[in-house]
């Protein structure tokens, strides 16, 4: 069955708060194009000058944000959501949707994720870029499907550079909300002996677990389908929590 594709182009200055809501719309993946910094970012990620004409021709004052919807989930009450969190932030949009299998859908945002350098050790590398040299850096590669969780997104960003900072050899880690398990994977390549991740869509877990094989911690990784904390038990030395504020509150009381 066809999934939804959804497209919602915002200005560039709102491309992270719309970001933030197409997080809270469906727990697939997202993707964001937003080239206002194309030429920096070309530099710091790829380190070359030479860039697609097609690529400078895209429009630096607009971002896009894509979703992808189910079949089983209903596109029009995920527009109406966006729409309603889109006016309450006071942000101009347009909102486009279109079908697509879910081949496609997982093939389409793949140009859009190239390796990216994070903090002082870490390479997020596609599994299709396995020949893009890591100059000494720890590599993590991923493949992350339709899950979230790809390094690109500010909050990813900010969640590996702390475990860079706090994670020790031996450490246990509970990723709530694993999404394409990069968190936990991370955790682990840093020295994390044990790291469990959980998340309520189950395409997300296999997604972690096939990760962690890629990366050869597979021996080390748990992932468990569940209702967020509730499949959860024990003491873990790192907590991570990449998900929407609304849910981490939520979530706080069952966490000491």
């Not at 020295?191 to 890629?214: C, F, M, P, Y």
Request: one cysteine or more; glycine letters at 8%.
């Amino acid at each position: 069955m066809d999934w939804t594709e959804i497209i919602v182009e915002v200005d560039t200055k709102d491309i992270d708060t719309a970001g933030n809501i197409a997080q809270m719309t469906v727990p697939y993946g997202i993707y964001i194009e937003d080239y206002s910094m194309l030429e920096q970012e070309v530099l710091e990620i790829a380190r070359i000058d030479l860039i697609d004409e097609e690529l400078l021709q895209q429009d630096r004052t607009k971002g896009k944000v894509h979703i992808y919807i189910s079949p089983e989930d209903n596109p029009a009450e995920a527009i109406a959501f966006l729409k309603e969190r889109l006016e309450a932030e006071g942000i101009t949009y347009r909102i486009l949707s279109d079908t697509c299998d879910v081949e496609g859908c997982l093939e389409n945002w793949k140009k859009y994720f190239h390796p990216i350098n994070i903090g002082q050790r870490l390479l997020i590398r596609p599994v299709w870029r396995e020949d893009y040299d890591p100059q000494g850096r720890i590599v993590l590669n991923l493949e992350p499907g339709l899950a979230f969780g790809t390094g690109t997104h500010e909050t990813t960003r900010l969640c590996l550079e702390a475990l860079e900072k706090y994670t020790f050899d031996g450490a246990t880690m509970l990723d709530v909300g694993c999404g394409s398990g990069i968190l936990s994977v991370a955790a682990l390549l840093l020295g994390a002996k044990s790291a469990t991740g959980i998340d309520i869509d189950e395409l997300a877990v296999k997604s972690s677990i096939e990760n962690a094989q890629r990366n050869g911690v597979a021996d080390r990784y748990t992932g468990i389908h569940g209702n967020l904390t509730d499949k959860a038990q024990g003491t873990y030395d790192i907590i991570t929590a990449n998900i929407v504020a609304d849910a981490i509150i939520m979530l706080s009381g069952d966490i000491e």
